[in-house]
Every structure is written in C-alpha cells, then in structure tokens.
C-alpha cells in the first residue's frame, strides 16, 4: 500500500530510539524518549494560498528531519509505524 498525503501534508517514519546514553548508561525500554527525528517517505503536493496559488513543500522524501514533540499523527500502515504531520511541525532538516 502506498500513502499520499494531501495538501502540505508529510509522512516520516520516526528514527530508532537511543538505547544508551553517551556516557554508556543502557535506558530501559520505559525511560527511552520517543525521537523526534525522522526519515520523510512521503509529501504532499503543497500548501493551496488564498489566492490560489500552490507554494511548494520544503521537504523531499528521503530527507532527514527533526520534529516538535508532540508532532503528527501516528498511524500503522503494513506493520509499519509512521506520522503524518503538517510540514509546520519540522523545524529542520539534517544534512550530514
């Protein structure tokens, strides 16, 4: 199944969690933060302004982003867990 979203609309599967701290502390399943970095799979076609014309996204698929917490709506598509989040919620993209 494919997933297009509409309108300014973006699709990121979330990036693993930290499983050690950078002293070499392993967290617990229950202390572990959700990450608020991901990989964009998806985008939508863009933002419609009033006038009517359409403002591209920002963001392509396969670009890596950093998010607000409490970014998106989490959904599962074939097993997979993704957010579908309005381009507004990423605050940057990662360039290495």
């Excluded at 933060?33 to 302004?49: I, N």
Aim: aromatic share 2%; glycine share 10%.
């Amino acid at each position: 199944m494919k997933l297009t979203p509409i309108g300014d609309r973006v699709v990121v599967k979330r990036l693993e969690a930290e499983t050690r701290t950078k002293g070499g502390i392993v967290l617990p399943d229950s202390a572990q933060e959700k990450p608020k970095r991901g990989k964009v799979v998806a985008v939508g076609e863009g933002k419609r302004l009033d006038s009517g014309e359409l403002v591209k996204p920002s963001v392509k698929a396969g670009d890596e982003v950093l998010f607000s917490s409490f970014a998106g709506t989490e959904i599962t598509i074939e097993d997979k867990e993704v957010l579908i989040m309005g381009q507004d919620d990423i605050l940057a993209i990662v360039r290495h």
